[in-house]
């Protein structure tokens, strides 16, 4: 079943980079046709290479048993990660792009919010947005924010102490629950400081 999960996985990021691809060559064109041409698209083409190695940065079904080892001198052992693990932790990385989409498809994204703020001299770019929704919707997009936080942190480190799990069951991040309690700790203890 695992061998299936990471073919699934492996297909569906090639999906992505293609339909990454089109919506490149789409935007592209749109700007071509609005006569933004600046430097060739050269901000574009980084972005696409970026999305590109975040994408492709998955799982590989050939890589399942390869191993990376180190020695841990914390509990005086040699230590080991799978290579999908590495893979699994940039994956984290695509959260970028649900973001991007759920700030696209905000009403501080649209074509008014660029007529508007072109009007002012300023540009609607993704902060701009970010901020206009901390400051008409405080409590959903702080706590919103803290969910995705504390699952995808949680998702971190339960695979980056899974090395030291496997050694000795005193560190138990083995469970993904474990894993978010630390980050809900950890992170309150942070925010409670600063403040």
């Given at each position: 079943m695992r061998k299936i999960i990471l073919w699934v996985i492996f297909l569906s990021s090639i999906i992505?980079?293609?339909?990454?691809?089109?919506?490149?060559?789409?935007?592209?064109?749109?700007?071509?046709r609005k006569g933004h041409v600046t430097d060739e698209f050269y901000y574009e083409k980084v972005e696409f290479i970026l999305e590109f190695v975040i994408l492709i940065s998955?799982?590989?079904?050939?890589?399942?048993?390869?191993?990376?080892?180190?020695?841990?001198?914390?509990?005086?052992?040699?230590?080991?990660?799978?290579?999908?693990?590495?893979?699994?932790?940039l994956i984290s990385l695509r959260?970028?792009?649900?973001?991007?989409?759920i700030i696209i498809n905000s009403s501080w994204h649209t074509n008014r919010t660029h007529r508007v703020c072109s009007l002012y001299a300023c540009e609607a770019s993704y902060m701009f947005s970010i901020k206009s929704m901390i400051k008409y919707?405080?409590?959903?997009?702080?706590?919103?924010?803290?969910?995705?936080?504390?699952?995808?942190?949680?998702?971190?480190?339960?695979?980056?102490?899974?090395?030291?799990?496997?050694?000795?069951?005193?560190?138990?991040?083995?469970?993904?629950?474990?894993?978010?309690?630390?980050?809900i700790v950890t992170s309150t203890t942070v925010i409670i400081i600063k403040i």
């Open positions: 992505n980079i293609l339909l990454g691809y089109v919506r490149m060559r789409a935007k592209m064109d749109w700007k071509t998955c799982p590989m079904p050939w890589f399942e048993d390869y191993k990376i080892y180190f020695f841990n001198s914390i509990v005086d052992a040699e230590c080991y990660y799978y290579l999908n693990e590495i893979f699994c932790l959260m970028l792009f649900y973001v991007r989409t919707y405080p409590f959903i997009t702080n706590y919103s924010m803290f969910v995705t936080l504390i699952v995808v942190f949680g998702y971190n480190l339960r695979i980056c102490e899974s090395p030291l799990a496997r050694i000795t069951p005193v560190y138990d991040f083995s469970s993904y629950f474990n894993s978010m309690w630390t980050v």
